[in-house]
C-alpha cells in the first residue's frame, strides 16, 4: 500500500509538471540611474496558475563602454535558447541563471545547435568568418575550416558605389561576375540611416531580394538563380507612408517568406512565384496580427476570435506556452509611449496589465 501511494503521489508530480502554467517573461529595462554607459537591467516578469506573481531582476549589463558598443540587448532581435541563454541582437550570449555575460563580441547569429551557437561576421577589417561559443566549455573560437557552411548561400553582394546599386557574385576561385547592373536604389534618398538590403537565401543558388526604387516609396521582389542566371519579378510593394523605409524578408509560416515594407507585410510563395498583401500576420497555429494599425490599435486575434485591440508594434509581442504579451503603447499624434505590458492569459480568456517602464526589449518566455 505505501508503495503504490508513493507511485500514486509520484504521477501526480510528472502530471503537474507537465501541466504547469509556471513560465516567466524575460523583459530588459534601461536603467535610468546610469543612462551615460547605457546599462540595461534584466528581468523576468513571473507568472503561475494564470496569474502574475512579480517580477525579479536577474542582473544588469552594460550597454556601452569605452564608447563603443558593448552588450546591446535593445538593437535588432534577442533570442533565448535553451530557457536559459539570452542572445542579444548583436551576438552577446548571457547567462540568465549565472547571471552572467559569457561572451560580449558581437556578430550574426546563424543558429544554435546542441551546446553550440554559431555565428557569422562579415566586416570590412576582420574580413568574413564562422565562429562558435561552446556552452558546454564556455569558450569562443573561430572556424578555421574553409568548407565550413553553416546557412544557405553564396557570396552575392551590393556595389553601392553608385546609384542604381550593381549586384555581384564572387563564385569561390573564380572572377566577379555582374548578375544585375541595375539591382535598385537602396534607399539613397533617405533621410535616416540606410538599412542594409536583405538578401534572403531559399537554397544554395536561389535568393530573394527587393529592388528599391529611387523615391524609397516603391519596388519589386525579384528572385534570383545563380544556376541559370536568371531573375523574375514576384511583385510590387508601395507605400506613401511617412515612417522610415524599412526592409525585411524573413521565415514565415510553412513554406512562405515575409517581407516587410514600412507599415506593410507581403506574404512570398517562391514555390509558385506569387506575392500578395497581407493584413494579418499569423504568429502562430493560435495567434494572428492585424499588421496595420488603426486609430484604436492593432486587432489581436486567438485561435479566430478578436481578443482585444492595442497600440503595439508587432516585434513586442511574445507567445509562450500559456501566455502572450506585448508592450503597450499610447499613441498621440505621430508620437507613442509606453503604457507598460499587457498579458493574456487564454486559460481565462483575460487579460492582466503590468505597470512599468524604460522598456528596452519584450525578449520572450522561458519556464
Known sequence: ????????????????????????????????ANKAN???????YNFEDNAYTGREQIMTVIGRKNGKDYVRCDVGENTLYKDRYLISGIGNVIDLKEKKVLHDGTAKLVRCSNDSIIFFTNDIFKGKYYSYYDLKTNTYSEIKSLTFKAILGQAVEFDKRTSPYKLEYFPTGKPKVLLMEDAGHGGVTATDKKIDIPIYWLDDNTFLFPNIKITDLEGTIVKYNL???????LGTFNSISKLPATYKLVKGRNS???????EKLYILNPLKETMLISNYKEVDSNYSLEVEAKAKGRSIYYKGAEIGKHHFGLNTFKVGSNYSAFL?????????Y?????????AIGKWQNIATIDIASVVGWIK
Do not use: W
Open 338 to 346: 509606453q503604457q507598460g505590458l499587457s498579458v493574456y492569459v487564454p
Open 256 to 262: 512562405f517568406v515575409e517581407f516587410y515594407f514600412k
Open 38 to 44: 547605457l546599462a540595461q537591467l534584466i528581468y523576468r
Open 1 to 32: 500500500m505505501k508503495y503504490l501511494l508513493h507511485i500514486i503521489l509520484l504521477c501526480s508530480g510528472l502530471s503537474f509538471a507537465q501541466n504547469s502554467t509556471t513560465e516567466s517573461l524575460i523583459v530588459v529595462h534601461y536603467d535610468e
Open 227 to 233: 544556376t541559370t542566371f536568371t531573375s523574375k519579378i
Open 328 to 336: 503597450k503603447e499610447i499613441v498621440m499624434g505621430d508620437e507613442s
